[in-house]
């Protein structure tokens, strides 16, 4: 129980740094896969710019597969870090065998939306027949080969919930270093290796999300000894499932609003393919600050949560004190970096004709980081304290309430030439802004209503 013991007696600000750092750099890791894809897409030799867009086309079904993989392992995270924090071994045992029976089922259901549904998807935004193709063949493979992603977000989340953040960022790297590797390999063909364009690129994604998977899984069964392992603890069973999803449901609806946001911004900005192509590059280096604070996150909530299964008031509100701090200096770096850098982002994509889009898009949205990413940890805060409802709220606020009406009113100037497509971009930090101040006032009420009560 060395790791248990960690996380019951460590400073927190200690604990805070120590579980962060390997959580952010995973988290950063993961959102290398779609810009590694992007940046060497961008550099094909032909028909680059219908790659792009393609791939943005393609994007938010990606972010659903993690969403619905990430979602149920974080509601294991925390109700698995609260069972072993009240000393309940057996639970713990099925908390996690019945996460990886989810995560069969979580696959079963994207294969076969791989098999029948993508064409489907792909043509409900784009006509030109360069991008349906080359969008339906991306997300065929990376669908039909989800269950890396899917069983590598679980494993990764089994490990952060015992305090072994470090393995799970191994994991990471090594799956992010395969895909690199393969990129340049499967898109340009290399040696005996055939050209494959997007194909290649889809591959080289599913390749590494495999490979970190097997290897997270290796690290769980050898690692995690806290508790159980076995097929007989994926025994489904109603009670643990429910718990996990009253944490976790939460989660995925807020990854999948991401979805929804992404998609539903390309019909939008469907009057220009260029806008649509900058605002997808653009979303990509979006995730990557924004993954920051989600690696943070990921933190905050064992921490905390652990701490509420002990009732230690006093390390709940270290864990918000500190989770705060880091989170607000990372947005302030995020910010520092996209508002100096745009144009060598812009050079990095080979963004041609979308590359004025692209860097007003991130002068203007990057503004939104310091309170996104402050909404990102009152997330983590409200899944640790039960607070599932408070963190669907304002996910529902960033992502559809605010966001898109005031971004499909903006388009109507835009679209009657009254002004650019830049006041679309003001949507953003508009909306983040606004819910940041809700955000405040849940945490306020939680806080009034759960861990003040705690002796």
Known sequence: MAKSNKMKDMPVNKLMIQMGIPMILSMALQAVYNIVDSAFVGNMRVGSEAALNALTLV???????????????????????????????????????????????????????????????????????????????????????????????????LLQATGRSLYSTIGQITGAVVNIILDPIMIYGLGPVPE????????????????????????????????????????????????????????????????????????????????????????????????????????????????????????????IKYGLMYTIALMILGIAITEIFPGAFATLFNAGSSREYFISAMRIISISFLFAGINVAYQGIYQALNGGLESLLISLLRQLVIILPLARIFSIFVRNGQTTVSLIWWAFPITEAVSCLVGYKFLKKILKNKVNRLN
């Open 59 to 157: 994007f938010p079904v990606q972010m659903l597969m993690v969403a619905l993989g990430v979602g149920t392992g974080v509601g294991t995270n925390a109700l698995l870090a609260r069972t072993l924090g009240q000393g309940n071994s057996k639970k713990a045992a099925r908390v996690a065998g019945n996460s990886l029976f989810l995560g069969v089922i979580i696959y079963a259901v994207c294969l076969l939306f791989g098999i029948f549904g993508v064409k489907a998807y792909i043509s409900s935004q784009t006509v030109d027949p360069e991008v349906l193709e080359m969008g339906v063949d991306y997300l065929r493979i990376c669908c039909v080969i989800s269950f890396g992603i899917v069983f590598f977000s679980l494993f990764e989340k």
């Open 196 to 319: 494959m364009g997007v194909k290649g690129a889809a591959y080289a994604t599913v390749i590494g999300q495999v490979a970190s998977a097997v290897l997270l899984f290796i690290f769980h069964t050898k690692l995690n000894k806290e508790f159980e392992h076995g097929v007989k603890y994926m025994k489904p069973e109603g009670g643990i499932i429910k718990e996990i999803y009253a944490i976790g449901l939460p989660a995925i609806i807020a990854q999948a609003l991401m979805s929804i946001m992404v998609y539903a911004m390309n019909l939008i900005l469907k009057f220009s393919p260029f806008a649509q192509t900058a605002y997808g590059l653009f979303y990509k280096v979006q995730q990557f600050v924004l993954f920051l604070a989600f690696g943070l996150r990921d933190a905050i909530t064992p921490i905390i949560a652990f701490a509420y299964g002990m009732r230690s008031k006093k390390r709940i509100q270290d864990g």
